[in-house]
C-alpha cells in the first residue's frame, strides 16, 4: 500500500512538470555540438549523450558548431569553446547577441591545434555564456584525440664565416649555412634529403640526412664567387619522395671592388702625408742652415 502511494505521487509530479510556471524554464533548453562537421554531442536539462571521439591534427583548424534553444531571454550572451591541457589556452569565442524563448541558434567557432602538442586524449568544453550562471544544458565536455601529420619544419637557418664581418660575407671566402630539421610526424621520415642554393651565384649544394626520428642539424659550406656584391636569397629545401618544405633567408656580400677603393683612397692619403712630411723636414733643414750661418757671421764681425 505504502508503495502505491510513492508511485502515486512520483506520477502526480511528472505529471504537474509541464504546467510548471515559464519563469522556471531553464535558460539553455538543449544544445548539440558537432566538430569538423562530425556530432560529437548533445545534451539538454535531463540527459547528456556523446556521439563520437573527433580525431584532430596538429597544426589544423576545427571547426565547431554549437546548435543550441533558449528557454528565456537574454542579453549579451556568447559561446566559448577551449581544449584544456596544453601550456596555454586553445581557446575561441564569438561575439556578444541576445537570445529569445523557444528560438534555436546557431554559432560556429575555430580552433588551431598547435604544431607541438602532444598526442593524446583532450577535453574540449563548448560552453554558452552570459553575465549569470545559466541553467540546462549550456555546456558540452567533448573528448576529442588529437594526433600528429606528416610534416617537417624547418626550424632555423644560420649561415656564419670565419671571416665574418659587420656588413656581410667576403666575396670569395666560405660560408658555412647550419639548418635544423624536426619532423612533426609521427612516423620516421625516410631518406631525407637537404638542397641548398643561391639561384642568383648558381650556387647549389645537396646532401643526403637519411631517416630523421626527430630532429636532425647539418652544416652546408659554399664559397661565394669573386665578383659577388649585394643582398642574395639563400634557399633551403628538405624533401624527400613523399614530403618537402621550404624556407629562405637573405645574406649580404662585400664585394672586393669597394676594398680596392677604400685601399686605393688610404694609399693616396699616404702618399701625400710622406710629401708633406718631406717638405717639412727640407724647410727645417734649410732653416738650420741660414741660423748656423747667421751665426758664423756675427762672430767674424765681433772679431774686427
Known amino acids: 500500500m505504502k508503495g502505491r502511494k510513492i508511485f502515486a505521487l512520483f506520477a502526480a509530479l511528472l505529471f504537474c512538470l509541464p504546467l510548471l510556471p515559464l519563469g522556471l524554464a531553464s535558460d539553455i533548453d538543449s544544445m548539440t555540438v558537432y ?59 564569438t561575439e556578444k547577441f541576445d537570445i529569445f524563448p523557444g528560438l534555436q541558434y ?19 568544453y563548448v560552453k554558452v555564456e552570459s553575465s549569470k550562471e545559466l541553467t540546462g544544458g549550456d555546456e558540452a565536455k567533448i573528448t576529442v584525440a588529437i594526433q600528429k601529420i606528416s610534416k617537417l619544419k624547418i626550424l632555423s637557418i644560420e649561415p656564419w664565416s670565419y671571416k665574418q664581418e659587420k656588413d656581410g660575407f667576403k666575396a670569395g671566402t666560405i660560408v658555412n649555412t647550419e639548418v635544423v630539421v624536426k619532423n612533426l610526424g609521427r612516423e620516421v621520415v625516410k ?23 626527430e630532429t636532425v642539424k647539418k652544416v652546408i ?14 634557399e633551403v629545401e628538405a624533401f624527400n619522395s613523399d614530403l618537402s618544405v621550404k624556407e629562405t633567408v637573405r ?7 669597394v676594398r680596392v677603393e677604400v685601399e686605393e ?40
Do not use: C
Open 251 to 257: 645574406f649580404n656580400v662585400i664585394g672586393k671592388k
Open 191 to 213: 631518406d631525407l634529403f637537404l638542397k641548398l642554393s643561391v639561384p642568383s651565384l648558381g650556387i647549389k649544394r645537396v646532401t643526403y640526412l637519411g631517416d630523421v626520428k
Open 221 to 234: 659550406s659554399f664559397k661565394l664567387p669573386e665578383g659577388a656584391e649585394g643582398n642574395y636569397a639563400l
Open 106 to 124: 546557431s554559432k560556429s567557432l575555430f580552433l588551431r591545434i598547435p604544431e607541438d602538442i602532444e598526442e593524446g586524449y583532450y577535453t574540449l
Open 265 to 304: 683612397k688610404k694609399s693616396d692619403w699616404d702618399k701625400i702625408a710622406m710629401i708633406i712630411t718631406i717638405i717639412l723636414a727640407v724647410a727645417i733643414i734649410v732653416l738650420l742652415v741660414m741660423l748656423l750661418k747667421q751665426k758664423a757671421e756675427e762672430k767674424e764681425e765681433s772679431y774686427y
Open 35 to 93: 566538430v569538423n562537421g562530425i556530432k560529437a554531442f548533445e545534451g539538454s536539462d535531463f540527459y547528456g549523450a556523446y556521439y563520437a571521439v573527433p580525431a584532430l591534427e596538429r597544426e589544423k583548424i576545427v571547426a565547431i558548431t554549437a546548435l543550441f534553444k533558449s528557454g528565456t531571454t537574454l542579453h549579451d550572451v556568447k559561446v566559448k569553446a577551449w581544449i584544456s591541457g596544453y601550456r596555454e589556452e586553445i581557446e575561441a569565442e
